[in-house]
């Protein structure tokens, strides 16, 4: 174990919490559009709320817009770029996560370059000098991680712990030691937040802790900063190398369990209460859909058009990839030309499904 974890009465609570909310979510049917309408309002959460807790200055429904609609902010150009990587991360741990693929330094190098600086990245390699945590009102330091020549030996400890410890631990456990190190260790320069969480999620994805993708545990950090920074201060002392090596991180686990607690308990009550909505049956041509293309079908039941780019983007895919999808929906003979023109080509459904009923947010 990378660091003592005591199994306190708080920490024992939340983990049955979790259980019990996972045990709910997973034997609660809900009408498939109805499910991945709250799996993309969840990623719409997450990116939102994971880049505002590092000053992104957009808004939900402008992150929204940036997302679904290609929409650009004159000035906060940053912003917008920020959204559309998280974005495009959280699409590639789901892929990762379908793949079954390992958790790896090289994919979480991966991670974080497509984070920072978008799909065609090469993997960012870890920094090369010192950096600091300043608090940003007063410029005082709030932490000194690791010298940069630690930092190699640092992840590949962490990474391995990782993989040993998905098999041996609660993997809300593995998570969050995942995460509490990853900032501790800072391995690159700008992005350890953001990549930290994502972290997080892929290891609760892989170890069947996604509810079904239907919760943004970024929005319950973003709604309690100061408590989230301050759960991460595990020890007085500034600088890594005096305690906060070897800190206590009980106090970081049971807010993290707690949260995370809290918020698979709402999820579970919300699709309690979507279940006990009559369902629609489900037509024919809808039933042969994959994962892909329902997100494409939902999207068109809110919107009634699609454009490539808004599959691109939706998808976390290139745009060539996404015409051609487009193309062989066409040829399955659900999605059907809206409008042909060659800058303005549009598709709908070529068999409207009344929509399905799921809450605004």
């Known amino acids: 174990m990378l660091y003592p974890v005591r199994f306190t009465p708080a920490i024992l609570r939340a983990l049955q919490t979790i259980e019990q909310a996972r ?20 990623r719409l959460r997450s990116t939102h709320f994971s880049t505002r807790i590092e000053g992104n200055r957009l808004t939900l429904a402008e992150t929204e817009q940036v997302i679904l609609q290609g929409a650009r902010f004159p000035g906060r150009e940053r912003d917008v770029h920020e959204v559309e990587r998280y974005y495009l991360a959280l699409n590639q741990i789901e892929a990762w996560t379908d793949e079954g693929v390992p958790i790896t ?8 370059a497509l984070l920072y600086r978008g799909r065609r990245a090469r993997p960012t390699p870890y920094r090369d000098g ?50 509490y190190q990853f900032v501790t260790i800072h391995p690159f320069y700008d992005g350890n937040g953001r ?7 892929w290891i609760l994805y892989r170890g069947q802790y996604d509810l079904n993708g239907f919760y943004a545990l970024e929005e ?15 020890h007085p002392h500034p600088n890594y190398y005096e305690g906060r090596h070897q800190a206590d991180i009980t106090p970081w686990l049971e807010y993290f369990l707690e949260g995370m607690a809290q918020v698979f308990r709402q999820v579970a009550e919300e699709v309690r209460r979507l279940a ?50 487009l ?30 009923h799921i809450p605004q947010t």
Request: net charge positive; glycine share 4%.
């Open 23 to 42: 045990t709910t979510v997973g034997l609660t049917r809900l009408p498939p559009l109805v499910a991945e309408r709250l799996r993309q309002q969840a």
């Open 105 to 112: 330094e090289e994919r979480v190098r991966k991670l974080h």
């Open 130 to 179: 010192q950096n600091v945590v300043r608090d940003s009102a007063t410029g005082r330091i709030v932490y000194l991680p690791p010298e940069a020549a630690d930092v190699p030996a640092l992840m590949r400890a962490l990474i391995t712990w990782v993989q040993q410890a998905e098999a041996e631990w609660p993997v809300p456990i593995v998570a969050g030691v995942a995460h």
């Open 195 to 201: 990549t930290a969480r994502a972290l997080a999620t």
């Open 220 to 234: 319950h950090y973003a709604r309690d900063l100061e408590g989230y920074y301050n759960a991460l201060v595990t």
């Open 276 to 325: 006990r909505q009559p369902e629609e049956p489900e037509p024919t041509w809808l039933q042969t859909l994959d994962r892909r293309a329902r997100r494409i079908v939902a999207w068109l039941e809110a919107h009634g058009t699609v454009r490539s780019a808004e599959v691109a983007a939706l998808l976390g895919i290139g745009q060539r990839q996404a015409r051609n999808l």
């Open 327 to 356: 193309s062989k929906w066409v040829e399955a003979g659900w999605l059907e030309v809206a409008d042909p023109s060659r800058r303005g080509r549009r598709y709908r459904l070529k068999h409207p499904h009344p929509p399905s």
